[in-house]
């Protein structure tokens, strides 16, 4: 029962939950949390996510919805714009979408700060809009994920709003307060402890009202939930389940690694204001009970679902990893790390934290791989990306994105992963090799991570002049991800309507860069995709999924030393793959012709095995010379 005015509330839970009442309206809005919880009555079995899966058989592509396909010509993408795409998307040949947050929203952190996880952002359409979608996406066998962002929620939530208004407001405990340590001599209030925010100052908002603090990891206006409260927790289940019920196929967890907070609350001995640094690695990630709350919200959602999950957790290490995702661990289906991520950094610059900058070694890139590919064999499933919606173009950062190269650098690092075991993702404009953009001015950006980042660094603290501060968000700025995809050479790139200014502009190389280019094109970084996807889901599957892991030495220089090339082998027996049958994966990285020969090739061919070269982003094989940013694969048979 629901009436409006009244403090009870019964919702009807769906099965296997019982029937509970909830006895605090909060303005008609708490009807649509329903607390369902586990029937006593029913055993609860830990899932095996051991052999085969079809998450790991799956190729995923995230949309950004905001910057995918405008169909309604208000210069933001929107739900019907997706539907207007999945035929493409189907002809890519990707069978997961993930899709970033289209839940209502103000909009501060671009949707990842939810003021109503039950309802669509009006940015992006309507309920029925995403109803459609999801339904168009099932007929073309694509499925859903949603972006649950659950560490925190808008400071516009009405718990938020509720939490705020009193000390003694059931809702309080919601989220993190804190009394002030002390007063400073001008009596202003004094944080709890030292925390800086991801993006940058402290991590401690004062509510003057109430007297306390509270705690926000991201944006003053993400306040962190309270996942401590029992309360929360059963909300947060209840809305997992509703959108399952609905139909969605799994879940992308957001920061779901720092939602338990360190017992208390310690300073963080690295924090430094000045350099725009984060706490999050240092103190708050993989807290004491991040372990037995994933272990409830797997038993309480995901199990009762064919679904796949995947959580958001920096700061984590591969041993960490088979924690989270092991196969009988009964968390998460797999993860996305970020140790790759952080291969450019300066760890000596004057800078903290992403935005530090120092040309990478390929030495490094390939430890870090090879370490994650090896450790999680056998005990845990990984993630392969090469960019989010967080991070710069992979083409512009670890390619070549000169005009001469840009196309068999895109395809070089498209084959470099898709070989790899784990679930690999692809994000939009990936497969049309789109780059990193460089606008004139931060009046041109839209990040409020990059913008704050540049009010920090020069405005305020002066520590970069205007130049310096551009430099390092053309190379890390998370808009690089964020400009519209580029749909044909069109005005707006064929994303907005001409006469319509997008929320973000298009970058200027769509004329030469963008989808209706490549599509004519039948040697393109689309088909190369295309063909790798087809590979992974079709003929090579055994093997390019469930297939052993392992570095290979070339005859001249010894893998771990050589800054030029990677290489690495695929060997079958696991997951029923062909015990008889290898992949030999070779990339070269760098713009220059490398002589590189390879035993285990040489050796095959000797014995009288089949070596078919099954994809290469060269039209021929020059052997043991590999020309620049050449990627080739050879499918060993013996």
Same mark, same amino acid.
């Given at each position: 029962?629901?009436?409006?005015?009244?403090?009870?509330?019964?919702?009807?839970?769906?099965?296997?939950?019982?029937?509970?009442?909830?006895?605090?309206?909060?303005?008609?809005?708490?009807?649509?949390?329903?607390?369902?919880?586990?029937?006593?009555?029913?055993?609860?079995?830990?899932?095996?996510?051991?052999?085969?899966?079809?998450?790991?058989?799956?190729?995923?592509?995230?949309?950004?919805?905001?910057?995918?396909?405008?169909?309604?010509?208000?210069?933001?993408?929107?739900?019907?714009?997706?539907?207007?795409?999945?035929?493409?998307?189907?002809?890519?040949?990707?069978?997961?979408? $993930? =899709?970033?947050?289209?839940? #209502?929203?103000?909009?501060? +952190?671009?949707?990842?700060? &939810? @003021?109503?996880?039950?309802?669509?952002?009006?940015?992006?359409?309507?309920?029925?809009?995403?109803?459609?979608?999801?339904?168009?996406?099932?007929?073309?066998?694509?499925?859903?994920?949603?972006?649950?962002?659950?560490?925190?929620?808008?400071?516009?939530?009405?718990?938020?709003?509720?939490?705020?208004?009193?000390?003694?407001?059931?809702?309080?405990?919601?989220?993190?307060?804190?009394?002030?340590?002390?007063?400073?001599?001008?009596?202003?209030?004094?944080?709890?402890?030292?925390?800086?925010?991801?993006?940058?100052?402290?991590?401690?908002?004062?509510?003057?009202?109430?007297?306390?603090?509270?705690?926000?990891?991201?944006?003053?206006?993400?306040?962190?939930?309270?996942?401590?409260?029992?309360?929360?927790?059963?909300?947060?289940?209840?809305?997992?389940?509703? $959108? =399952?019920?609905?139909?969605? #196929?799994?879940?992308?967890? +957001?920061?779901?690694?720092? &939602? @338990?907070?360190?017992?208390?609350?310690?300073?963080?001995?690295?924090?430094?204001?000045?350099?725009?640094?984060?706490?999050?690695?240092?103190?708050?990630?993989?807290?004491?009970?991040?372990?037995?709350?994933?272990?409830?919200?797997?038993?309480?959602?995901?199990?009762?679902?064919?679904?796949?999950?995947?959580?958001?957790?920096?700061?984590?290490?591969?041993?960490?990893?088979?924690?989270?995702?092991?196969?009988?661990?009964?968390?998460?289906?797999?993860?996305?790390?970020?140790?790759?991520?952080?291969?450019?950094?300066?760890?000596?610059?004057?800078?903290?934290?992403?935005?530090?900058?120092?040309?990478?070694?390929?030495?490094?890139?390939?430890?870090?791989?090879?370490?994650?590919?090896?450790?999680?064999?056998?005990?845990?499933?990984?993630?392969?990306?090469?960019?989010?919606?967080?991070?710069?173009?992979?083409?512009?950062?670890?390619?070549?994105?000169?005009?001469?190269?840009?196309?068999?650098?895109?395809?070089?690092?498209?084959?470099?992963?898709?070989?790899?075991?784990?679930?690999?993702?692809?994000?939009?404009?990936?497969?049309?090799?789109?780059?990193?953009?460089?606008?004139?001015?931060?009046?041109?950006?839209?990040?409020?991570?990059?913008?704050?980042?540049?009010?920090?660094?020069?405005?305020?603290?002066?520590?970069?002049?205007?130049?310096?501060?551009?430099?390092?968000?053309?190379?890390?700025?998370?808009?690089?991800?964020?400009?519209?995809?580029?749909?044909?050479?069109?005005?707006?790139?064929?994303?907005?309507?001409?006469?319509?200014?997008?929320?973000?502009?298009?970058?200027?190389?769509?004329?030469?860069?963008?989808?209706?280019?490549?599509?004519?094109?039948?040697?393109?970084?689309?088909?190369?995709?295309?063909?790798?996807?087809?590979?992974?889901?079709?003929?090579?599957?055994?093997?390019?999924?469930?297939?052993?892991?392992?570095?290979?030495?070339?005859?001249?220089?010894?893998?771990?030393?050589?800054?030029?090339?990677?290489?690495?082998?695929?060997?079958?027996?696991?997951?029923?793959?062909?015990?008889?049958?290898?992949?030999?994966?070779?990339?070269?990285?760098?713009?220059?012709?490398?002589?590189?020969?390879?035993?285990?090739?040489?050796?095959?061919?000797?014995?009288?095995?089949?070596?078919?070269?099954?994809?290469?982003?060269?039209?021929?094989?020059?052997?043991?010379?590999?020309?620049?940013?050449?990627?080739?694969?050879?499918?060993?048979?013996?």
């Amino acid at each position: 029962m629901v009436r409006e005015g009244d403090q009870t509330r019964t919702f009807r839970s769906p099965s296997p939950y019982t029937l509970i009442t909830d006895t605090f309206s909060l303005f008609g809005v708490t009807r649509r949390y329903r607390k369902a919880i586990m029937s006593n009555s029913e055993a609860y079995q830990v899932p095996s996510y051991e052999g085969r899966q079809w998450w790991k058989e799956a190729v995923v592509y995230q949309v950004y919805p905001r910057s995918f396909n405008d169909a309604n010509g208000d210069g933001i993408g929107d739900l019907k714009g997706i539907t207007e795409k999945l035929p493409y998307l189907a002809k890519l040949g990707i069978n997961v979408i $993930w =899709l970033s947050p289209v839940f #209502d929203s103000p909009n501060v +952190d671009n949707g990842y700060d &939810i @003021s109503d996880y039950f309802a669509i952002m009006s940015d992006f359409g309507t309920m029925e809009d995403f109803d459609e979608m999801l339904e168009t996406a099932h007929k073309h066998g694509i499925k859903i994920l949603m972006d649950l962002v659950a560490n925190h929620t808008s400071d516009q939530h009405p718990w938020f709003k509720e939490s705020r208004s009193s000390k003694d407001n059931p809702y309080r405990d919601y989220y993190i307060w804190k009394d002030p340590k002390g007063f400073d001599e001008d009596g202003n209030p004094i944080p709890p402890n030292n925390w800086a925010s991801e993006f940058g100052g402290p991590a401690w908002e004062w509510d003057e009202a109430t007297g306390q603090f509270y705690l926000h990891i991201f944006f003053k206006e993400q306040p962190d939930l309270n996942w401590e409260n029992e309360k929360v927790r059963e909300d947060l289940y209840s809305m997992v389940r509703w $959108w =399952l019920d609905k139909g969605v #196929d799994g879940f992308r967890l +957001d920061a779901i690694n720092i &939602i @338990s907070k360190p017992e208390g609350y310690p300073d963080d001995p690295s924090t430094d204001y000045e350099k725009h640094t984060s706490s999050i690695p240092f103190v708050i990630t993989n807290g004491t009970m991040v372990h037995p709350w994933m272990k409830e919200l797997t038993r309480e959602t995901f199990s009762r679902y064919d679904v796949m999950t995947v959580g958001e957790t920096s700061a984590t290490s591969p041993e960490d990893a088979k924690l989270w995702a092991g196969y009988h661990t009964g968390e998460l289906n797999m993860i996305f790390h970020f140790d790759h991520m952080g291969v450019d950094n300066d760890p000596n610059g004057n800078l903290g934290g992403k935005w530090s900058y120092a040309p990478y070694k390929l030495t490094e890139l390939k430890r870090i791989l090879n370490d994650w590919q090896t450790t999680l064999e056998g005990n845990a499933w990984g993630s392969l990306y090469w960019n989010n919606h967080d991070q710069p173009r992979v083409v512009s950062r670890f390619g070549n994105d000169s005009d001469e190269f840009r196309t068999l650098s895109a395809k070089q690092l498209a084959t470099t992963l898709h070989f790899m075991q784990g679930t690999p993702y692809i994000y939009q404009g990936e497969e049309l090799g789109m780059t990193n953009v460089k606008f004139d001015s931060i009046e041109d950006y839209r990040d409020g991570d990059s913008i704050r980042f540049y009010e920090d660094m020069h405005v305020d603290h002066k520590r970069l002049s205007h130049e310096e501060a551009m430099q390092a968000i053309y190379i890390k700025g998370r808009d690089n991800a964020r400009t519209p995809v580029q749909w044909d050479a069109s005005a707006n790139g064929g994303f907005s309507p001409e006469g319509v200014t997008p929320w973000i502009a298009v970058n200027p190389n769509y004329p030469a860069i963008n989808a209706e280019a490549v599509l004519a094109d039948e040697d393109s970084i689309f088909y190369h995709y295309q063909h790798l996807v087809n590979l992974r889901r079709g003929e090579l599957k055994d093997l390019m999924v469930y297939a052993s892991f392992a570095p290979v030495d070339s005859v001249q220089v010894p893998h771990n030393e050589d800054e030029a090339v990677y290489a690495y082998t695929r060997t079958g027996g696991a997951d029923g793959s062909p015990a008889n049958e290898s992949l030999l994966v070779i990339s070269n990285f760098t713009a220059e012709e490398q002589e590189r020969d390879f035993a285990l090739l040489n050796e095959a061919r000797e014995a009288g095995a089949r070596v078919e070269l099954v994809s290469s982003n060269y039209k021929d094989d020059a052997g043991s010379t590999l020309r620049p940013y050449e990627a080739k694969v050879y499918h060993i048979v013996r």
